[in-house]
């Protein structure tokens, strides 16, 4: 009723506060699209607060993304993904892998980490932050066969398989604990804990940015 209060006034700014929040998941989707349709068809500038990611990517031409108070990043929803201004901003977006490299070599808008004695190439947005972690999109990353000799490829150790129904979560690790998590499909088999295993890095998988936002090392519980 509120919602509809608001449109027969025709406004041309509209501030929904968390619209959604306490809905069931099916009826915030069917909102969520309702909301979609409503921005097109009223031409009206949507100005929507959330906490819930798929909202804010979903919904938005431009997002912004604040912690304690102040904007991390303004940007188009894709950015985030391909250049996120920190770790707070990549956590947000759903890029949980965040390392700690050993050393950086830098070459223009390209670098090179040794991560446990291994290098990854990775790919670096603006300066290159002072104080650094490594963000894995998990979208870009493709578990092999541990087939020795492949370019762009690691290996890692299996540590465990969560099965999740249309897909296994498996989590990897490096020689010195950290950890990168590859989602496969339901239909593979996913590797034994213990076994080692090599992970395709695709263009783009690896992003070296700032740490700001992380209360505690990368790779450990906050």
Sequence with gaps: MALARALVMEPGILLLDE??????????QQMRDEFGRLHKRTGATFILVTHNQDEALSLSDRMAVMHSGRIEQIDTPARFFEAPANAFVARFVGIDTLLRPESISISGNRAVVVIAGQQLAVTLAGTAPTDALVAIRPDRIELLANV???ADTIELKVVESVYRGLSHDVTLAFADGQRVVVTTSA???PPIPGEKVRVRLKPGAALL???????ALAGRDE
Excluded at 19 to 28: A, H, I, K, Q, V
Excluded at 209 to 215: A, Q
């Design 19 to 28: 619209p959604l929040t306490g809905l069931d998941e099916r009826l915030r």
């Design 148 to 150: 020795e000799g492949l």
């Design 187 to 189: 239909d593979v088999t």
């Design 209 to 215: 940015i700032d740490r700001s936002g992380m209360s």
